[in-house]
């Protein structure tokens, strides 16, 4: 009876339709402990209280992006597909409210191999989600998660993730794409390479006329922690240090360019505009506009 | 083809199911200019600049808030009625897309008679467009733009609000019904006087079991403005320190209470929590939750 608004979000880069899809929201409990690895405890509960957010629990929200081009239909990141949290299983219901329909996606774009991100691809009995797509994947991505030698090398919470790399990809085998940093997705959309988060953890930068896009992934989750404290780093990045570097590279290119921003991991809708402010940035969420 | 998701945000305050609906957006031109009439025009471009807004044109969102008790639908303002800026129509697809039926609304109740607050009661051939409601009103506001001595004491660009008051009130005679401060709009709705931006402007306090929204209607327009620089008042005040001093008043309880807020002016979805900073408040919008 009381039904919430579908989770899409539209909006325009240059000709391009943008829509943006939330797949749901997780709680990160105690985010105060052991979440960022290079500030202490009373930092990290400052920042989230100064933003008004708790510090007993954090809100991890998960969205996921469509560019239709007019030729195509380009989903970056397939998100968790129901099959991580009971309460993140949007993606469905969320793209048909937004006249989305997977099996019209062409191309599936993935920003790195964590499950939230690659998961969504398949079903639980490991069937392709999105029956006619081609996946394009960051060739430095492939490369580190298919390469048994890299398993002692990856932090422990996240040798699954070679498991499921094969698992999810494996029906999709033969449509398979490999970018490497600055190869084009499709006319316009073009792979940047952003490491650490993941070893090839990429963004993806979408044009059309004068107007930009930055698809940044997990270049930075929350904005309130990682892009104002553009230092810090959490115990989900590979490579902390790295994964901060590309994201003030990425995020100070977004800002001085003056391109759209949307993150996954950003509140929904999840896109907005960045400034720098100090050594971070502060995010500007989108005036919510009812014309597309 | 490309349509944007629709307007309506719904969440509970205790079993309480409330929906903010969008009725559209304005534009300001030149907001550092004549708008805010106590701070001078660089310090209201820096607080523009400051939350990543454009001091070229500043939004200017309408909402309007439904609360369904489960016995009785009440609309708090009526909005513009698409009568006032063609871009400012979208009450009737968003609450039909929330699932809301202006024929089954019981009571509508009214912060001030500002045009975008009334107009919406009636059509442009000022038939009544809530055809069972009773319309709820602040008995001062009511005192004030009735009467005709009043005219010369108000400031002239508000002065047609005279003529709509008799004009949008006039197809309700016989179910009006004035309100004085405290007073009860059903069980756990009450208003409560917050003049200043009209004579007679008040705002709601909605609440069940230990939850509470404050319905603020223009205590403060943007919060990015008026909450931040809570002394701010702008050439839309009729008594600019008196609305001050109602804003502070009442956000300074919802920031004491940690009460829900939804202000008509804030930005879509338009709701959720203040905290006292410095001499101002800092608004928190709410996360976004597809669960209501």
């Known amino acids: 009876m009381a039904e919430q608004s579908p989770g899409f979000y539209r909006y325009k880069v240059g000709s391009l339709v943008v829509t943006t899809v939330l797949d749901g929201s997780s709680a990160r409990a105690n985010p105060t402990q052991g979440f960022v690895l290079n500030a202490d405890s ?12 708790s510090p007993a629990s954090l809100d991890n929200p998960y969205n996921v992006t469509v560019v239709q081009t007019g030729r195509q239909t380009i989903l970056f990141d397939a998100g968790t597909g129901g099959q991580l949290n009971p309460a993140v299983n949007r993606i469905p219901a969320n793209m048909a409210a937004a006249g989305l329909d997977p099996a019209q996606v ?5 920003t790195h191999f964590h499950p939230d991100h690659i998961s969504g691809l398949t079903s639980a009995a490991n069937a392709a989600l999105f029956p006619k797509a081609e996946i394009v994947v960051p060739a430095a991505e492939w490369a580190w998660w298919t390469t048994e030698g890299n398993v002692p090398r990856t932090p422990e919470a996240q040798r699954g993730v070679f498991a499921n790399t094969r698992r999810r990809f494996g029906p999709y085998a033969g449509r398979l794409r490999m970018l490497a940093d600055g190869a084009e997705v499709a006319p316009g959309i073009r792979l940047v390479a952003a490491h650490g ?3 090839g953890h990429s963004a993806y930068h979408v044009t059309d006329g004068n107007q930009a896009l930055y698809v940044m992934g997990d270049c930075s989750s929350r904005p309130e922690l990682f892009l104002r404290y553009a230092d810090w ?6 490579d902390g240090p790295m994964a901060s570097a590309s994201r003030k590279r990425l995020f100070g290119r977004a800002a001085d360019e003056r391109a759209r921003v949307v993150g996954f991991h950003f509140p929904f809708p999840a896109n907005g505009y ?3 402010d100090g050594g971070g940035f502060r995010f500007v969420p989108t005036e919510w506009s009812s014309a597309v």
Chains 1, 2 share one sequence.
Do not use: F
């Open 197 to 199: 988060h993941t070893p």
């Open 233 to 238: 780093y959490s115990v989900v990045d590979v």
């Open 42 to 53: 009373a930092a990290v509960r400052s920042a989230i209280l100064d933003a008004g957010l």
């Open 274 to 276: 960045v400034a720098r």
């Open 106 to 110: 062409d191309i599936v774009a993935i």
